[in-house]
Structure formats: structure tokens, C-alpha cells
């Protein structure tokens, strides 16, 4: 073979080659139809149509209906809602894909309505000279209904307990602590006010040193701005009438109390009762400030100090027992509770869309269902916007206009009111699939507290998607975007953004908390609030309460329904960028700001830490890693080319920005604290607000300065910094090790 021939051939060849290349670029479309729809993003056209579809008189009219009976857990009015929930989200206009009810056999307390609680004055002979009121007063028709639960404290325990009556201030261990050096308060019977610390700690606390029943009521100075006459109260304003009692659970714990950790099921193991943390041994009822007032204004001893004072319109002393002048000075309260604790079936709702691209992931969106009384703002403010998203969002997917990229799953938790067991429930059930598939979880209970300000509590992965929302809807006067007038309301410097509106951490107020604390789910509640330039007041009025009523709604919370509205359209918009975007809205360097915060307070530990060889530099080279780990993916993210979008790589980061807040999560970190999982946001009792196992471990080794306490801050420094470890490696290049 000759040369020539040979470049002949090779040539030939080349040219083959080459035409056959070309057949191939040209020939084959370049995406395919599978490729288009696995790239399928979020679609802000659709975003817009949604919000503009999104229409207050139909969140007003859901409002009526879910309002209308009194619906605690379990009650035929809570049934009656189930069903509704399901036929809504069944319906085949604008349902959702599927809709289902699930039980779990929860144990709950019930005042016994043939033996009603009271609280009594009782003279040495016997007499009865004051009762405190059975019910409230009836000021308008929703007052009548003979399903109306009476004021009681749940899971409070039962007795007959009588002493001379105190006034504790908060029920704070400070506020016994002052007393104790004053009077004798064994055998007392203490009246305390809401706020400063929980609930049930107030009974805790009180039983400590040596109370023996509890009476709560709401003074007017810090629910009704100083306003105690019923002619400045509901029905003729928003402030609590004087014979408003505030309901509640009265245990320290959420979920069902007998089987923590699994759901209750029929066939569950149930631990015994006495084996229950974090409840009250001592007897306690709440009352009315009407009835307060009799008591507290007749209060015999020292004149309680300036702080303690409140708006009943009289000094109060801190007694024990009565002044000699309605009252004798002898006489006792009496404190008499006949809670029933039952089992009893109660239920969640889910409703799901079934996701296009990835049915395998999970947006979460709910809220509870239960009320104490009417709930017309507690809880329904919160079902009457998701009925409302649901129905704009059915609707689209009913006509074929829409699927989400991901799945959305709707609940409507029972049983909230008890201590968030609907949700609970439902997270110790589906612990596995929740944890390795949810994106994240978004929480709408009271929607609407007042008209004045967007509020938002949540991790801070979650903080860009609520911005984002936020910019782009209006607020209801129209006058400035949500966000413009929220940061008004409420702002912080951030180092990184400057002025940006303040988000506040999420505790374990409502049911988002197994999803953030036990699971590790990046987790928000939503809400519209307060003017506190207007109001001091420490919740809405009428909270927990028989004039929380549709009524009450829309005529001083929210006439026209315009802020449910525009929670419906923010919280919507954040739903739709979680489940339909290509790469997930979490904003993990948003994290930084959190982990230095932390390590500069934790800094003042640092000098007593040499003394025992302890040293936080490891921590500082841990939140250091995390920091160029978040800068990297979130660069990667924003120069990402349509080359580097193969279906496995957004996976791929999509699953790093999923799995962020699981790495925080340490089921060992806090044996002694019932679901607290979270490395970061763990309860704390210590005031320095940095990690909550190393703040506590830190403040008991310098109250006790024993060896062994030094050893467990140690301990708590090394879950924090193996916890920032795991969070950076999450996010640095996968696919090394
Ligand atoms: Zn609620």
C-alpha cells in the first residue's frame, strides 16, 4: 500500500466520522422530553396567578364554618371538622390527589361537667362566702353553647386542697424565692398570674416550696393594655372580658404522654402514669380576673413589690390570708379539681399532591385542627388559610395546569391543644421516610394574632425563601411590599445583608416542634401580628378563651380578612418555591450568622475553660470549615451550567441543602430532655445564648465547680463541634471522602 492511499483512507474515514458526528449533534433533539421534565422549575407566572386567585371573603366563609361549633379534641365538633377537611380535600373541583384520616388513641383530661373544678372561700365554720365562676359570662350567643369545655388546666392532677391564699406574682422560682423569706408558704394556696414562665412551671415551682394549690388567672395589665371595666371589653372591644379564663395543657412535654418516642397505637406499650415527667403534683384551676380581683384585692401582709402590681385596680399584698373586711382573716381557699384522664381515638388529616419530577421528596404544610373552645383564631385563622391554598392549588391540578416538581403533604394535626400530639404522633410513625425525604416543614397555626406586621419564626436555611415571598406580595393597606413593612416592625444588622427583618428561633409552641426538634427538619411558622407600639398585650385577648369566636375575628381582629389573606399569599408563595423549584431555596450560608453568634458569646466561657485544659479553638476551626463549606456549595449553586444539570447532580445538592439540619441532629446530646435533638436549638435554661448543652453544662460546673461538671462541658463542647463538623462535611464535595 502506497502512502497516498493510506491518507486516502484516513481521510476517508475522518470525513465518515465526521458527517456521523454531525448526524449525531444534529439528528438526535437535544432534549429529549424526559430531560425537559426532569429540569421542570418553578414558574413565577404561576406563583403570581396564585396569589392573585387567593380570595379573602372565601377564607372568611371557611373562618365561619370551622368556627361555628366548639371543637376541642375529640368532640363531636372536632369529627364534624375531620369530615369537612377530608370532603374538601376529596372533592373533584379542587381537591388534592389523595385525602386520608389517621388515628392514634391519645391520652388526654377533661373537666367532668356533672362535678365541675372550683375555687372557694370557705370560713372556720364553713360557710361559703365566695365561689369563683363555673363558666363565662354570656355575652353573645356563642357564649350559650352547651358544648362550651369549662375552664380547667389539662392533665392538672385531681384534689381537694385547702390553705390560706398568697399571691406568687409569675409562679417563678424568683418570685417563691422572695416570698420564702418573708411567710411561711407551706400549706398555702398561691394565686398566680400568667406570664414569665409556662403554664405548669408555675405549679412546679410552687409545690417546691411547699404550695399546695394553684390558682391562675390573666391580669389585665398584661392581656388588656390596662383595661379592666367590661364597658372597655369584648363585645366592645378586643380587650378580654373580666370573666375571660384562659384554657391550657399544663404538663411541660409535647406528644402523647404513655408512649414517648412511638406512636400511640391501639397496641402500643403505655408507661404508667405515675412514671409521667414534667407535669404539676399539686391541684390548680384557672379563673377569671372578676373573680381574681375579689381575692387579690382582699389579700392581707406586705404590700407586694412595684413589679408585681398589676391593673385589678387596687395595691396588691402578698398576704397569707385575708385582710379583715369581707373576708376574715382565718378563712381558706379551697381549691377543688375533679379532672377525668381517658384514652381516647383522635385524629390527623392528611391531603397530597403527588409530586411530577420528585414524588419522593416531601414539603410539608400544616396545622391543628383542635380548639379549647370556638378557636375561631386559635387554631382555625391557621385551617382557614390552608383550606384556601388548597383550593387554589387543588383546583390547578384538578384542570391539568399544575403539578409541583415534589410532593406536598397537608396536615391538620389533632389533639394540638393537649401538647402537640397529632403531629407528634404522625412523626414518630413515619420517622424513617420523613427524616430521609422531607425538605422542609412550613407551620400556619394562628394565622392572624393582628393586622399590623408579618411574623416569622424558623432555622435560618429557611430565612431567603420567606425574604423572597415576602418581597412579592403587598401588604393589605397596599401601601408597601410585606417585607418593606415588616423590617419596619421588626429588624436586626445582620453582618452579611445588613437591616433585614428579624426571624425569630423556633421553641416548642405549636407543631412544628418534632419536626424540628426530634427530626431535624428545616421548619418556619407564619404568621401576621402585633403593632407594639400599640399594644403590650402578651397574646390576643380572647386567647384560649370562650370569646375567641368568628365574631370577635371579624370585627377587631381582622375586618375583612385581609391579613389572612396575605398570609395565605406569603406562606402559599414559600410552599411553591419549596416544592417546585429546581434547586431548593435553603439558604445554608444563612447558618454562619448563627454559629459565630454562638461561638462569641460561648468565648466568655473561655477563660474558666483553660483552668480545666478545655479549649474552644477546635469549635472555631469546625464553624470556620462550615462557613467556606457553605460559600463553595452556594457558588457552585449560582454558577451551576446547564452542562452540570444532569438529573443526578441537582439531586445530588439538592440532598446536601435537604440534609443540612438533620446533621445537627444528636439523639444522645440530651438524654434527660424528652425529643430535644437539636444540637442548636435544644431548650437551654442558661441566659448566654449559645449552644444549649454546652450554656447548661457550663453554668452548673461554675455553680457547683465540681470535676464531674467541668467533664460534661467538655463532653457538651464536643457534641457542638462534632455537630458543625457534620453539618460542613454534608455540604463540602460529596462525592470525596
Ligand atoms: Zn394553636
Known amino acids: 500500500m502506497n502512502g497516498l492511499k493510506v491518507v486516502g483512507i484516513v481521510l476517508g474515514a475522518a470525513v465518515i466520522l465526521a458527517i456521523g458526528l454531525l448526524i449525531g449533534h444534529f439528528g438526535i433533539p437535544r432534549d429529549p422530553k424526559w430531560v425537559k421534565e426532569l429540569a421542570q422549575d418553578l414558574d413565577e407566572k404561576f406563583i403570581n396567578q396564585f396569589m392573585n386567585e387567593v380570595d379573602n371573603k372565601r377564607i372568611e366563609d371557611n373562618l365561619r364554618i370551622l368556627s361555628n361549633k366548639p371543637h376541642y379534641a375529640t368532640s363531636a365538633g372536632d369529627e364534624e371538622l375531620v369530615q369537612l377537611m377530608l370532603s374538601r380535600w376529596k372533592d373533584p373541583e379542587f381537591g388534592l390527589d389523595d385525602a386520608r384520616d389517621e388515628r392514634y388513641h391519645v391520652f388526654l383530661s377533661f373537666p367532668d361537667a356533672a362535678n365541675p373544678n372550683t375555687v372557694k372561700v370557705l370560713t372556720q365554720n364553713g360557710s361559703n362566702p365566695f365561689t369563683a365562676e363555673l363558666t363565662e359570662e354570656k355575652l353573645t ?41 418573708l411567710i411561711d408558704l407551706n400549706g398555702t394556696i398561691a394565686i398566680v398570674r400568667y406570664g414569665g414562665t409556662g403554664r405548669v412551671n408555675k405549679a412546679i415551682n410552687a409545690a417546691k416550696f411547699g404550695v399546695i ?126 379532672n ?34 370556638h378557636g375561631a383564631i386559635d387554631p382555625s385563622s391557621g385551617t382557614a388559610v390552608m383550606l384556601e391554598i388548597t383550593r387554589v392549588l387543588g383546583t ?3 384542570q391539568g395546569k399544575w403539578r409541583p416538581r415534589r410532593s406536598i403533604i397537608f396536615g391538620s394535626w389533632g389533639a394540638e391543644e393537649f401538647g402537640l400530639i397529632g403531629s407528634t404522633e404522625f412523626a414518630e410513625e413515619y420517622y424513617s421516610k420523613l427524616r430521609d425525604r422531607t425538605v422542609a416543614y412550613i407551620n400556619v397555626d394562628i394565622s ?87 399594644t403590650s398585650a402578651r397574646i390576643y385577648p380572647a386567647y384560649h378563651t370562650a370569646f375567641d369566636t368568628f365574631n370577635y375575628t371579624a370585627k377587631y381582629i381582622d375586618p375583612g380578612f385581609f391579613s389572612h389573606q396575605t398570609v395565605a399569599r406569603t406562606a402559599g408563595n414559600v410552599l411553591l418555591r419549596l416544592s417546585d423549584s429546581l434547586i431548593l431555596p435553603l439558604g445554608v450560608k444563612d447558618y454562619v450568622e448563627t454559629l459565630e453568634g454562638y461561638y462569641s458569646r460561648a468565648e466568655s466561657f473561655q477563660t474558666n475553660l483553660s483552668k480545666y485544659n478545655i479549649s474552644l479553638e477546635p469549635l472555631k476551626t469546625e ?13 457552585k449553586i449560582k454558577n451551576l451550567k446547564k452542562s452540570d444539570k444532569s438529573p443526578y447532580n441537582i439531586r445530588r445538592i439538592n440532598d446536601q441543602l435537604m440534609l ?78
Not at 395589665?221 to 364597658?231: F, Q
Not at 404544610?365 to 379549647?372: E, T, V
Not at 462557613?627 to 452556594?634: C, F, H, T, V
Open 448 to 534: 392572624v394574632f393582628a393586622n399590623a406586621t408579618l411574623r416569622v419564626q424558623g432555622t435560618p436555611p429557611a430565612q431567603s425563601v420567606v425574604f423572597t415571598a415576602s418581597k412579592q406580595v403587598k401588604t393589605p393597606s397596599n401601601s408597601l411590599t410585606v417585607y418593606d413593612n415588616w423590617k419596619n416592625h421588626s429588624n436586626r444588622t445582620s453582618p452579611q445583608y445588613g437591616v433585614i427583618p428579624q426571624i425569630g428561633s423556633l421553641g416548642v409552641g405549636s407543631d412544628f416542634a418534632p419536626f424540628i426538634h426530634y427530626l431535624g427538619i428545616t421548619c418556619m411558622d407564619i404568621a401576621y401580628t402585633y403593632d407594639r407600639r400599640v
Open 623 to 635: 464553624i470556620n470549615r462550615y462557613k467556606r463549606a457553605a460559600e463553595d456549595l452556594e457558588e
Open 396 to 398: 390547578k391540578l384538578k
Open 213 to 338: 394549690g394553684v390558682i391562675i388567672y390573666t391580669d389585665p395589665k398584661d392581656i388588656n393594655d390596662g383595661k379592666s371595666n367590661a364597658s372597655d371589653t369584648y363585645p366592645n372591644s378586643w380587650y378580654l372580658p373580666p370573666s375571660g379564663v384562659e384554657r391550657g395543657s399544663f404538663k411541660e412535654n409535647f406528644g402523647d404522654q404513655l408512649t414517648p418516642y412511638y406512636p400511640a397505637k391501639e397496641f402500643t406499650y403505655r408507661i404508667p402514669e405515675s412514671e409521667i415527667k414534667g407535669i404539676s403534683h399539686i391541684p390548680a384551676q384557672p379563673i377569671g380576673f372578676a373573680d381574681a380581683r375579689q381575692l387579690i384585692c382582699e389579700l392581707n401582709g406586705a404590700q407586694a413589690p412595684d413589679n408585681w402590681q398589676g391593673s385589678l385596680g387596687c395595691t396588691y399584698n402578698i398576704g397569707p390570708g385575708f385582710k379583715q373586711n369581707r373576708f376574715d382573716n382565718s378563712d381558706f381557699v379551697q381549691v377543688n379539681v375533679y
Open 660 to 737: 443540612l439540619e438533620r446533621a445537627f441532629i444528636n439523639h444522645l446530646a440530651f438524654p434527660d430532655k424528652l425529643y430535644f435533638s437539636h444540637v442548636l436549638w435544644a431548650s437551654r435554661s442558661s441566659s448566654v445564648a449559645t449552644f444549649p448543652g454546652l450554656a447548661d453544662a457550663y453554668q452548673t460546673a461554675v455553680e457547683s465547680n465540681l470535676k464531674q461538671h467541668w467533664d460534661l462541658v467538655h463532653h457538651h463542647l464536643t457534641i457542638a463541634i462534632q455537630a458543625v463538623s457534620n453539618a460542613a462535611s454534608t455540604l463540602e464535595d460529596v462525592t470525596k471522602i
Open 340 to 373: 377525668k384522664r381517658i384514652i381516647k381515638p383522635s385524629s390527623n388529616v392528611m391531603g397530597i399532591i403527588r409530586g411530577a419530577v420528585e414524588p419522593d421528596r416531601y414539603v410539608l404544610y400544616g396545622n391543628h385542627r383542635d380548639s379549647w373552645v
Open 141 to 181: 350567643d356563642d357564649q350559650k353553647d352547651p358544648d362550651i369545655l369549662q375552664p380547667f388546666l389539662a392533665f392538672a392532677p385531681n384534689g381537694s386542697v385547702q390553705g390560706k391564699l398568697v399571691f406568687a406574682n409569675e409562679g417563678k422560682v424568683s418570685d417563691f424565692e422572695y416570698l420564702a423569706k
